[in-house]
């Protein structure tokens, strides 16, 4: 995606990037309070300091590798210059001899030359030493500390020895270009071995080293890499130094503080933590411009783009008031506006929406035009009153929902005596309850529920459920052929089911739902022998139909409590006398002809579900199939009344 985007996380990471979020920033005001030294303790640091002088030992290679092919080649005082094949990303081997018995710590220079970019010690001027890597053998260094004459802010040297490798944690010199630096890392404790094998690697795009040198010694403590500043520093009378030179220092001595050390530690590792938590996917937004950079609009004459009238600026109709006063006019005023109490439109129009999703019908008919064009409402104030009771509970929609469904006008009996029918057909009066059938999404999504197939599962790239062979390969190609999902994919809500304008998903084609290609406020309702058809025979619902029988079999008990089980679960109702005998002759009757063919039986009750349960008849498990199947296709199991 192009930017400006946002990541989009599911709850769970958001709580998990949260909690590592909240650590770090407890962290990090620790270290800063843990930066306010010891005053005896930075005096011995800086006595001990002075004195100290470490053995290097320069590393001459007897062996050196490039992952990009590179050329490195060593010279007499064992500096190594990098030179040919340029890559992205680069890694230095490096093999050599060890002459000390031991090493404690390794020193790495970063040498400035001028025929490099900006006179290096980077290939392209900087550089970013992401990890170092030292063995001997198969014993492999952990390093405990690490400081360096210089760091780049957000690239310190501690970040090239905290196990993460990639290209936004690492040791880099930016802002001291063209001089020399070099970094110290020490070890956990000494290496032993004549053959050293050290790996610096450098993923941080264009940005490996090209000059540098390899040193190591076996001092049982190892100098701190200071700074020429800081030694200068060190040189002076306390009392003589400057605010920013003792501030300076008090930053090198916290390097070296152990507890600080162990919190920079902890503080990667978390870090490396919160990097592990990715975005389910990242959604192209859109931002408004700078000022000087937005582009003017003119009135286009006849709509032609080639003659245009006069300028126009960002504004609202006045008719519908205008912007919050002071405000800027770009998108965050107009959405103000959008809610504000003054808006004749906004909770009006919402309102209705949904009082038109639980009625089949809205109080303006027309629920996409509430202009000159559309209908006038029903019931005017009562329509005032829910926007105004809308905006009231904070324009909260499930409690305006509750609100709807727990009112006397939604709870009453939805059945429509002939006088009734004949007055108000459409129920526009609200003499009764609504009585309208289940959208597209709905019929399937409720198949799904009381089969118990229904996933639960939320956010997420679309999904392919079962469809019908259409024989849409021979006719178009394989470049249309449906790949069903796998898995509970199969049985997610119809609002992640994949679309496609030109080959829509069939069976909620057939329900009415629109093809996408223009936007629609307002569905049509239309009642076809193909929905019949599809809820017989569609995948989909023959699935359910196996399921849902397999929940009435684990009842147990007579064939009456098992479709009664059935009958509840669709219709929220216990079946009465008439309904369950007719259920069961047709039980019977089925029985009968699967008992007669017990293959057909087995293709009923398996395809596509899967195999029989254990200790469940074959026989009685198609039969409850069928059943399940006519309990689905009920025209009372279909309509919301």
């Not at 503080?267 to 975005?279: E, F, H, M, N, R």
């Not at 019931?379 to 809308?390: G, I, K, R």
């Not at 679309?499 to 223009?518: C, D, H, K, L």
């Not at 259920?583 to 293709?603: C, G, H, M, P, V």
Request: proline share 6%; aromatic share 6%; with cysteine.
């Amino acid at each position: 995606n192009e930017a400006p985007i946002i990541q989009v996380m599911g709850d769970k990471k958001k709580k998990k990037a949260a909690k590592i979020s909240a650590e770090i920033a407890k962290l990090e005001m620790e270290m800063k309070s843990a930066n306010k030294p010891d005053l005896k303790a930075f005096a011995k640091w800086e006595a001990d300091l002075k004195p100290k002088a470490s053995r290097w030992h320069v590393l001459m290679p007897s062996k050196m590798t490039a992952s990009s092919g590179a050329n490195l080649k060593a010279d007499y005082d064992g500096s190594i210059l990098v030179s040919g094949k340029t890559a992205e990303t680069d890694d230095y081997n490096i093999a050599a001899k060890n002459k000390l018995k031991k090493i404690t710590a390794i020193k790495i220079e970063a040498l400035a030359y001028d025929k490099l970019t900006s006179g290096g010690p980077g290939r392209s001027g900087n550089f970013v030493l992401n990890e170092i890597e030292l063995s001997s053998g198969k014993s492999k260094a952990s390093f405990s500390n690490a400081s360096s004459t210089y760091d780049q802010n957000k690239f310190e040297a501690a970040s090239a020895i905290d196990g993460d490798s990639g290209n936004d944690s690492g040791w880099a010199v930016g802002g001291s270009l063209g001089k020399d630096h070099h970094i110290v890392v020490e070890l956990d404790k000494p290496l032993e071995g004549e053959d050293l094998n050290l790996k610096l690697l450098q993923r941080y795009p264009n940005h490996a080293l090209g000059r540098f040198r390899v040193l190591v010694t076996d001092s049982a403590a190892p100098s701190t890499a200071l700074s020429s500043e800081t030694i200068a520093i060190l040189k002076k009378s306390p009392v003589k130094r400057s605010a920013a030179e003792k501030t300076k220092l008090i930053a090198v001595y916290s390097k070296t503080n152990p507890s600080i050390i162990a919190q920079t530690k902890k503080l990667a590792d978390l870090k490396k933590q919160l990097g592990t938590v990715k975005p389910l996917t990242s959604v192209p937004i859109m931002r408004d411009l700078p000022k000087d950079k937005r582009r003017k609009t003119h009135i286009q004459l006849r709509g032609s783009y080639l003659s245009l009238g006069e300028e126009v600026s960002p504004g609202v109709p006045q008719v519908f008031g205008s912007l919050p006063q002071g405000s800027n006019p770009d998108r965050l005023a107009m959405a103000k506006w959008l809610v504000d109490r003054e808006n004749p439109l906004t909770a009006r129009v919402v309102a209705n929406r949904f009082w038109e999703n639980l009625f089949g019908v809205g109080l303006v008919l027309t629920s996409e035009e509430f202009g000159s064009q559309g209908e006038r409402p029903s019931h005017p104030e009562l329509l005032d009153w829910l926007a105004v009771e809308f905006m009231d509970r904070g324009w909260d929609v499930k409690k305006f929902l509750r609100l709807l469904v727990t009112s006397s006008a939604y709870r009453q009996k939805s059945h429509v005596s002939d006088e009734m029918a004949a007055l108000d057909p459409d129920n526009r009066l609200v003499a009764r309850g609504p009585r309208v059938r289940l959208s597209a999404e709905m019929i399937r999504d409720q198949a799904l529920a009381v089969s118990g197939l229904l996933s639960s599962k939320m956010y997420g790239v679309p999904v392919r459920p079962p469809q019908p062979n259409l024989g849409l390969k021979a006719a178009f190609g394989g470049g249309t052929d449906w790949s069903t999902s796998s898995g509970e994919d199969k049985f997610r809500r119809g609002l992640y089911t994949s679309w496609r304008r030109s080959s829509p998903y069939p069976s909620m084609a057939t329900f009415g739902a629109p093809n996408r290609e223009v936007c629609t406020v307002r569905r049509g309702n239309t009642n076809t022998p193909l929905q019949a058809l599809v809820t017989l025979n569609d995948p989909v619902y023959i699935e359910a139909a196996q399921a849902l029988s397999r929940r009435m079999v684990e009842q147990k008990g007579t064939v009456a409590n098992m479709i009664k089980h059935g009958f509840q679960l669709c219709l929220s109702r216990p079946p009465n006398e008439v309904e369950t005998s007719r259920l069961i002759a047709f039980y019977d009757s089925t029985r009968s002809k699967y008992a007669a063919d017990r293959k057909l039986a087995q293709e009923m009750a398996t395809n596509p579900i899967g195999p029989v349960p254990k200790d469940v008849d074959i026989v009685e498990l198609a039969t409850l199939t069928v059943i399940s199947n006519v309990l689905l296709n009920l025209d009372e199991t279909l309509m919301k009344r």
